[in-house]
Structure formats: C-alpha cells, structure tokens
C-alpha cells in the first residue's frame, strides 16, 4: 500500500507548482491574447470590419468587455436594425470569455435630429410650390403652410413632419419663411434649410431681382444664414456660396425632389435624373475651390460592365460644364438606399 499522506516537501512543491499556474494565469489573461484588453480590441476591429462591409459608414463601434456599444447618426430605422445585427454576428458569439460579442447597446440617433431639421420647396412646373421635412410643432406647420398658400400665386402643397425636439433655434420658423418668400419671387427653384445651414437655387426674371433675393437672405435670423445661386434670364448667376457647408446645402437644393434612377436594366440615367445631374453640375461649379464632391452609385450584383456604363454616363453629365474637374469623383458602393447620392465634403491634400 502507498502512503498517501502528504508530506511538508510534498505540499510545499505542490503550493509552488499552484503559485506558478496562478502567475501563468494572470499573465495570460492580463496581457496575452486572452485578456480583456484584447479580447475588446479584436471583437472591436471585427464589428468595425463588418460594419464597413455592409456599407455602415455613419456607425462607430467600441468594446465594454464583450458588450458591443453603438453610436452614430443613423439615416434610418432600417439601417440601424442592420447595423445592430451586423455587430452582434461579427465575431463568433459562444459566450462569455471564450465567445464572441454577447450583447449590443444601442446608442444611435436618428441623422436627422443630430444634423437639425431638413425643410425643402421646390417649386413645380406649374407653378404650385411643394413644401416638403420637418417641423416642431402643428403650430410650426400650420404656419409655414399658411405663408407658403399666401404667397405663391398658384397655391401650395405642405406634407411638413412634427418632430418634437429636433428644432436647433426657436427662429427656425422664421428662417424658412425667410427662405420661402424669396423663392416667391423666382421663375422657378428651389430652397432646403438643413440645420442651421439654408440654401436657395433657382432662376430669376432679371438681374435686379436676382441681386435683390443674394442681398435678403444674406441677413437670416440668428444663428442661420443661407447660400444662393440665382440665374437671371440672359445674364450671369449672382453667386454667394461661401463655404463647404454652404456648398452641400446648394448641392441638396439643387438635386429636387424626383428619385434619382437609372432606366430599367440599363446604364442611361432617367430623363429627370439626367436633368438633376447636369444642374448638380453647375451648381457644384459655383462652390470654393476647397469643396470636393463624390458622387455614389449603387453597385449592381455581377455586373460589373454596367456599373463602369452608369459611372461614364454619371461622370459625363455631372463634369461635363466643368471640363476635368478633378474635385469630382463618382464611385460605386455596394450599399445605399438610393441609386445615386451626393456628398460634399472638404477637398484632401
């Protein structure tokens, strides 16, 4: 029979052989590449890689643990759905400490309320104005809508949202009646309020009006102000975009209210697309020389010699009255809600 008693050796050797393990340990899952640390940042980098597989450009991902947290100005309900279950398949998720990411924290936002609220009008080709975005109240509403019938001649159509809490100044209002007066008094054209940031396109009966409408919305209600480019008949725009801001707010103005598609299965951009993308065109012409502009197109599944058709046709109509404009780049994407998007943003290098 064996003594199985244990000895002082015995047990001072085992108590040395533990303090190793547990030392072992403590490195391990301290600094090695089971510790929290990196457990965070490979789950983190692989929600970040996923993400931008899907096209998830406005989300940012970091790491409590396991736990993913996701931030960023959502576009919408859809793309924030995606984007949550794209973060929790990321990374293997088996569980705690061997496992993957076991939960995502929602901290998103709705763009449009991080950005403030997005107003348009655009005036059709009879004349009726079409008053389309947000507004803070029915009060808000119901007052724009009232200005809006008095002063366009053929009447307006107002579909205005209430988002409650989303208004960046109580002066919101009156910097779209500032807005809408003046396109009141265009051949035609449109005006967007984004934010705090306004913009007014469109074509003017003559070069006195022209100067008259540049020199009204140079004076906006605190905080906002607003770009212009207004065209009279026979003479040249009388342009006042300063910024890149001002720019973008332009470039949405310029774009209307038509969905921008191509024509069924083929690489030629419809009618009312074509006319939308010549008009970005000169508009993006009268912007500072620090603005850049990327133009987006949809990528079509396998096929990759109709997409390279719809970038040519795209490039054509957008660069063609700015002759080798190297501040504007039109480039496929795999994923976006519309078939072409524009944005603008400060030119690199």
């Known amino acids: 029979m ?9 047990r001072k050797t085992l108590l040395m052989v533990a303090g190793i393990v547990l030392f072992a340990a403590v490195i391990l899952f301290s600094f090695g590449p089971f510790s929290v640390g990196a457990i965070e940042s490979r789950l983190a980098s692989g929600a970040r890689d996923a993400l931008t597989l899907r096209g998830h450009d406005w989300a940012s991902v970091r790491m409590d643990g396991q736990r993913a947290i996701l931030t960023g100005a959502a576009p919408d309900d859809e793309a924030r759905a995606d984007a949550l279950d794209t973060v929790l398949s990321s990374t293997w998720s088996g569980g705690v400490v061997a496992g993957g990411v076991t939960r995502v ?5 709705e763009a449009r309320l991080q950005s403030g609220f997005v107003f348009r009008a655009d005036v059709a080709m009879n004349g009726r104005v079409l008053v389309r975005g947000d507004a803070t109240d029915a009060g808000a509403r119901d007052a724009i809508a009232s200005y809006a019938a008095a002063n ?3 009447g307006a159509d107002t579909d205005l949202t209430l988002v409650p809490g989303g208004s960046a100044s109580p002066d919101w209002e009156e910097a779209a009646k500032r807005l ?10 449109a005006v967007v309020l984004r934010g705090e940031q306004g913009a007014l396109v469109g074509d ?3 070069p006195q009006v022209a100067q008259s409408v540049s020199q009204a919305l140079a004076a906006m209600p605190v905080p906002f102000r607003a770009a212009s480019v207004v065209t009279p008949s026979g003479a040249p725009a009388v342009v006042r975009v300063e910024d890149v801001a001002a720019c973008s707010a332009v470039i949405l103005a310029a774009q209307g209210t038509e ?3 191509f ?4 690489s030629t951009p419809s009618p009312f697309t074509s006319v ?7 508009m993006f012409a009268t912007c500072p020389d620090d603005a850049a502009m990327t133009v987006s197109i949809r990528r079509q599944s396998n096929d990759a010699e109709l997409d390279s058709a719809r970038v040519a046709e795209v490039t054509n109509l957008v660069s063609g009255v700015v002759t080798e404009n190297t501040r504007i780049s039109v480039v496929l994407v795999d994923r976006q809600d519309s078939a072409i998007s524009f944005a603008i943003a400060p030119l690199e290098g």
């Open 259 to 261: 969905t921008l598609r």
């Open 204 to 206: 003017a009966p003559n």
């Open 2 to 10: 064996f003594d199985l008693a244990m000895t002082p050796r015995i």
């Open 276 to 282: 939308a993308l010549r008009r970005v065109g000169r």
């Open 180 to 189: 809408l007066g003046q396109l009141a008094r265009l051949e035609r054209g």
């Open 105 to 109: 924290i929602d901290e998103t936002i």
């Open 152 to 154: 366009f001649p053929q």
């Open 263 to 266: 024509e069924r299965a083929g």
